[in-house]
Every structure is written in C-alpha cells, then in structure tokens.
C-alpha cells in the first residue's frame, strides 16, 4: 500500500476576503505553518513505532512500515481472518468459527493484524489524542474495504457512552468514520447508533462476558427507525476483537430493519492475545 501525504492547508474563510487587503483567514494559515515549523525544530517528528525521525507527524520510518503485519488474501469470506495458505483458490471460504456460526454481520475487514506493533499505534490515537496517524489508517482501511463502497451507503461509527466520551475528549471510531466519508464518497452518521448505558471496558473479558457486556447497550432513536429500514450500513471501529461490540451494532441495524451491514476496523485480532485494546 503506497503512503502519502497528509493534511492539508488551513482553510480560508470568505467572509474575511470580501472588499479586504488583507486576509485574515490567509494570515491565520501562515500562522500555522510557521508553528508546526518551530514545533518540528523543537520537537522533530519521530516514527510512532522505531522512534527514528521522519518527515512529519505519524509518519512511518522504512523499518517501521516493515513490522507491521498487513492482512492480504486468502482470507475468510465473511470476518476477514486471514488464513495461513489458500485453501480453496478463487472459493470464498469461511473460517472455522464463521462456518460454526455465521457473523450477525455481512463482511468484516481490516488492513491490519493486531499485534505488538500495531497496538502502539492504535493506543496512541484511542488513548493518547494522537489523531496524526488518521489519514493513514484511512487510506488503508478504504483499501482493505473496497469490496464494501459500491456496496454500501452510510459509515456508522460505533459510540462511546456520553461519560466516557467527555473523560477521552473524542470518539476514535467516529474520528475514522469522517475520515472514510471524505475518501469514499459514504455519508457518516456518528449519532444514528446511542450507547444507552455504560458498560465495563472489554479489555481482559472472555468471549462469552464481553457479548453479556454489550447485551442491551446500544439503541437507536424512534424517530430514526424508519431511516434504518432498507439501508446498507458500515460500522466503523478500531480493533475487530470477539466481534461482541460490532455483533450488538450489527443485530440493532438489523433488527430496525436494515438490508445489509458490514464492518471495517484498523486492525483485527487473530489469536488469543494479550495485548491491550
């Protein structure tokens, strides 16, 4: 997958280039610039995984690009699990677990294993405000789901109960879902789904525990059910784990009867790992 490029200059704002010599909206752009550059002199951007200076902000060394694990085919049919060989070419198949018990979603992807590596960058923007990496995680998430956009009309971030939203200052899933309606033409609807209780955080449940947690957590207003009958969502989140959460999201579309809903995260476990999320 290429790297590019991020960010973008400052917008200006009309309403101070009317009949005006001088463009505030211009000023407060070179403002910026001029900034980031001191910044970048103080605080020289380092790669978020080697520690090895780059160009710019979330930008990844050579070395760093290396370690992370990018999930390509042959892969299951319906989660996304990638599979060590090809066990039927040109056959979609499903994985062990699908195949015993089929997803309340229709597809899941992801660009990206959930290991060692990839946590450091996922927990620095979930935890640590760190939103210089989104541009990036969206181009590889558009990558990874591009079987999803022809398909597909509304990205649907899953939420964060309003206390948990205040103590971590932003959604992250919400954060990538605006990020993917830029690049994919899709609408993002960031209130459609509520969280209607706040649950204990999944990190270090079970399997069984983590789909209790969610049981009832999530809800969609009344007078939005009639615009869920018949749509094609995109659940939008960080890290495919048990699939509890996206499950619970998936089965409310559906139950207010929504024709397909699909999933797209960063990074997806593969394995029983210890690993924080």
């Known amino acids: 997958m290429d790297r590019e490029p991020s960010g973008s200059p400052l917008a200006e704002s009309p309403r101070f280039n009317i009949a005006r010599p001088f463009s505030y909206g211009r000023a407060a752009g070179r403002a910026l610039k001029a900034g980031k550059a001191v910044l970048d002199v103080l605080l020289p951007p380092q790669c978020p995984i080697t520690g090895e200076l780059v160009d710019r902000p979330g930008a990844l060394s050579g070395k760093g690009w290396a370690q992370l694990q990018f999930i390509e085919a042959p892969q299951c049919g319906r989660c996304g699990l990638p599979f060590p060989y090809d066990p039927a070419p040109d056959v979609s198949v499903l994985c062990g677990n699908c195949a015993r018990k089929e997803p309340v979603y229709d597809l899941a992807r992801a660009p990206l ?47 964060l109960h309003y206390g948990r939203l205040v103590r971590r200052r932003f959604n992250q899933a919400a954060v990538l879902a605006s990020g993917l309606a830029k690049t994919t033409g899709l609408t993002s609807d960031p209130v459609l789904i509520k969280r209607r209780r ?13 789909h209790r947690n969610v049981q009832g957590a999530f809800t969609i207003e009344k007078k939005r059910h009639a615009g869920v009958r018949g749509g094609r969502f995109v659940l939008v989140d960080d890290v495919l784990t048990s699939g509890a959460t996206l499950e619970a999201c998936a089965r409310l579309l559906k139950g207010h009867g929504a024709q397909k809903v699909s999933v797209v995260t960063i990074a997806r476990v593969v394995s029983e790992q210890k690993i924080p999320i």
């Open 198 to 210: 706040a649950t204990p955080q999944q990190k270090g449940l079970g399997y069984r525990a983590r």
């Open 113 to 159: 294993v959930y290991d060692d590596i990839s946590a450091r960058l996922i927990l620095r923007f979930k935890y640590g405000d760190r939103t210089d990496g989104v541009a990036q995680f969206c181009r590889w998430m558009k990558e990874a789901g591009r079987e999803l956009w022809s398909e597909h009309d509304v990205l649907v971030p899953v939420p």
